[in-house]
């Protein structure tokens, strides 16, 4: 299932709050609103919100295109600045927002505003379309790691949801699945935000892919049992030395794995890896409300004044993860080193 979808130059999110209990679609035409669904989780996920501030940019240039260029672009960056400061973890957002801003800065000269707006649009239809290539390309490359029989455990979503299809981490699992793998996932439901549950496990069930949803605090028990074979997961942000950003959780899982001899597979594009980043503790961790912890939704399972902490992401050091996978190949035991190596090369 796809979360985005951009017909009558408009821009259509499902609105993952409400999966999978409801489907709801909502239009957006103002770049404001699509900032406010980036930050509020309407849309989410890594490569979904590089798409979508794309697309944000793409409403931007058309509302200003009876603009002069200087106008166009004054309101065209602030459009960018306005979207770029909704989530600071996940990269993705930044170099969706970069690539649109070149595409003003290399034609501003020789186009009118009008062509200028067109070759936005297209940009941001070819970056939501190469991400679907990308998605299938990483589950090639991945699905071979994964062994006939095989326990996947998987935690938040990485999955169509979180990108404009067919995911990382479950792009992973859909092609072992694909492969006629027999194969069976975990989702752990991803405590505050509850990802896993309401979303992974809705669309491994979509796709027959055999899932158990468990919570965050099994996934120990579940390896001591001998239940789980590899771990994968996605990124938010993987630092130059192959640190990685995600969902928070993540780094307890990897700690676990690493505990039980358990492969660590972390599934993303190569547009998550910051080379401007060296090490992962400067990677921005964003902290969200605490409303986020207090309550489910509109349940409080908190007294209303509890104190709270909500940081959304943790860092997985490189030494705790087995490989990285992207859609250009396999990045093995991550360090500076295997990275640069991995850059010269492809
Ligand atoms: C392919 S999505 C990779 C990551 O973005 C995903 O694992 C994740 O952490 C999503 O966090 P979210 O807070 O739901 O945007």
Redesign the pocket.
């Known amino acids: 299932m796809r979360p985005m979808k951009w017909e009558n130059r408009r821009l259509k999110l499902v609105n993952q709050l409400l999966l999978p209990e409801q489907e709801q679609w909502i239009e957006y035409s103002d770049y404001n609103d699509v900032a406010t669904a980036i930050k509020t ?1 309407v849309v ?4 979904a ?1 590089g798409a979508t501030a794309a697309f944000g940019l793409a409403l931007a240039a058309l509302k200003y295109r009876n603009s002069a260029i200087d106008e166009f672009q004054s309101n065209f960056d602030n459009a960018a600045d306005i979207l770029a400061k909704t989530r600071p973890t ?1 990269v993705n957002l930044f170099w969706a927002i970069e690539r649109m801003k070149r595409v003003v800065n290399e034609n501003r000269e020789q186009c009118t505003v009008p062509e200028l707006v067109e070759k936005l649009v297209r940009e941001a239809e070819n970056i939501a379309e190469e991400d679907i290539i990308i998605n299938k390309s990483i589950g090639k490359h991945g699905g071979n790691l994964i062994p006939d029989n095989a326990q996947i455990y998987t ?4 999955g169509a949801l ?2 404009v299809d067919y ?3 479950l792009g992973v699992i859909r092609n072992a699945h694909e492969q006629g793998k027999n194969i069976h996932v975990y989702a752990g439901e991803t405590r505050p ?1 509850l ?1 896993g549950s309401r979303l992974t496990t809705f669309e491994l069930m979509k796709d027959n892919i055999p899932v158990t949803l468990v919570t965050d605090n099994m996934a120990g028990f579940l390896m001591k049992q001998g239940k789980v074979d590899c771990v994968i ?4 942000r993987v630092a130059g030395n192959g640190d990685v950003a ?2 928070i959780g993540t780094y307890s899982l990897s700690v676990l794995a690493k505990e039980h001899n358990i492969p660590f597979y972390v599934a ?1 594009p190569i547009s998550t890896i910051d080379l401007n980043i060296d090490h992962g503790d400067d990677i921005e961790i964003e902290e969200r409300g605490v409303d986020e912890v207090i309550k489910i939704f509109d349940a409080y399972i908190a007294p209303k004044d509890a104190v709270a902490y909500h940081p ?2 943790d860092v997985t050091p490189n030494s705790n993860i087995t490989a990285i996978i992207t859609e250009k190949g396999i990045i093995k035991n991550p360090s500076l080193e295997a990275m640069k190596s991995f850059f010269n090369k492809i």
């Open positions: 989780m989410r996920g890594a490569p919100i996940a935690h938040c979503n990485a979180a990108t995911g990382t981490a935000f990802q997961v996605g990124a938010d995600n969902k993303a959304a992401f």
